[in-house]
């Protein structure tokens, strides 16, 4: 485990010491100082407290040897944006073909939702979903299908599926963008996305429901990001009209009778006479 040196190097790369980073977790130095030099373990909820603090995984604090990290490794943790945001690393996308070779849509059930955010990329998890194709989409992009639930998002109801394209570079979401966004603690969300990666590392997700609030998610809580296409509803969405559209058009109707009824009684005395 590499978890004493990761902490004792990311500390000094934002020029904290021991004391400030201690008080600042509600520690005390010397516990702190014990996880640097793997005197004493920290618990799960210390870990949680530390990998919000620097803004890394937890995985990555234990597992990866940050003294190999480069410069542009060090500047992207010193904006707080951990995650790939840009796309420049692949992400893994594990995809099923047809006999073709023909990448075919996944959809995931509702039974399989809560199993997504660890069997996105796992050929295991994937292979038992079914699949469709829809031809007037683009073969050059990757789509899968994924369930609505509740009532957030009108007219898209619950028991609907939302087809989405998948996002490479999250930094092109433009603000009002319909996205599929699947976190690590919420799984599956579909909302509207505003970006705001510059200002806040963060994307603020709203309903189109208004008695739903919006909220903001970081960046490195996000696993994967599609864009909307198009929905599959087993019912029609319902029907409202405006009642003053409606009053307007009974209104000008009526007006319309009126007028048509003088000019056929003018009409008639004309003829009489």
Not at 60 to 81: H, N, P, Q, V
């Amino acid at each position: 485990m590499k978890l004493g040196n990761n902490l004792k190097l990311i500390r000094k790369s934002k020029k904290k010491s021991q004391e400030e980073v201690a008080s600042e977790l509600g520690l005390t130095r010397s516990s702190y100082s014990g996880y640097e030099n793997e005197i004493a373990e920290p618990g799960i909820e210390t870990l949680i407290a530390l990998s919000q603090y620097y803004g890394v995984p937890i995985d990555d604090l234990l597992t990866k040897d940050f003294s190999l990290f480069t410069e542009s490794d060090w500047a992207i943790i010193s904006t707080g944006l951990y995650a790939d945001i840009n796309g420049k690393n692949l992400r893994v996308l594990t995809s099923l073909v047809d006999s073709d070779e023909n990448e075919m849509i996944e959809l995931i059930p509702q039974q399989a939702r809560a199993g997504y955010t660890t069997g996105y990329a796992d050929p295991d998890y994937l292979k038992v979903l079914p699949t469709f194709s829809l031809p007037f989409l683009s073969k050059n992009r990757k789509y899968r299908s994924f369930p609505v639930i509740g009532d957030s998002m009108p007219p898209v109801d619950e028991g609907s599926f939302v087809v989405a394209e998948y996002i490479q570079n999250w930094g092109s979401i433009r603000n009002g963008t319909p996205c599929i966004v699947v976190t690590k603690d919420d799984g599956i969300v579909f909302k509207i996305a505003n970006n705001y990666i510059e200002s806040q590392q963060s994307f603020e997700l709203c309903s189109t429901n208004p008695l739903y609030l919006p909220y903001f998610v970081h960046v490195n809580d996000i696993v994967e990001m599609w864009k909307f296409v198009n929905y599959i509803s087993p019912s029609l969405p319902e029907m409202r009209i405006d009642d003053s559209l409606l009053t307007k058009s009974i209104q000008e109707l009526q007006r319309e009778i009126i007028d048509l009824k003088r000019t056929v009684t003018a009409g008639g005395k004309n003829v009489s006479r």
